[in-house]
């Protein structure tokens, strides 16, 4: 699809020179946060499924810092909550 598979034959190496540092540049230089989950049809990868986030502004109302799980640390970029059921 995107004409890179003579380029970069071994996932690994599109991983590594690609898409984390595609990403790592994304997650610093923009209010976005990008994650990739990488899905496999038995043992290869067919699909990248991305997420994009905007980071939750913490109040300062609170005086006891709380743990945060990652649902709770990051928001949907569609302003909606992710479907936890």
Known sequence: MLGLENKYPA???FRK???ETSIEEINKKTKLQVRYESIRTG???THIKFSFYRPVKLTQSST???SLDATQE???VSGRSP???
């Open 74 to 76: 990051l928001a949907p």
């Open 83 to 85: 479907d936890l059921s």
């Open 17 to 19: 020179r690609c898409l």
């Open 43 to 45: 043992r290869t990868i």
């Open 11 to 13: 996932f690994s190496d």
């Open 64 to 66: 006891k810092p709380q």
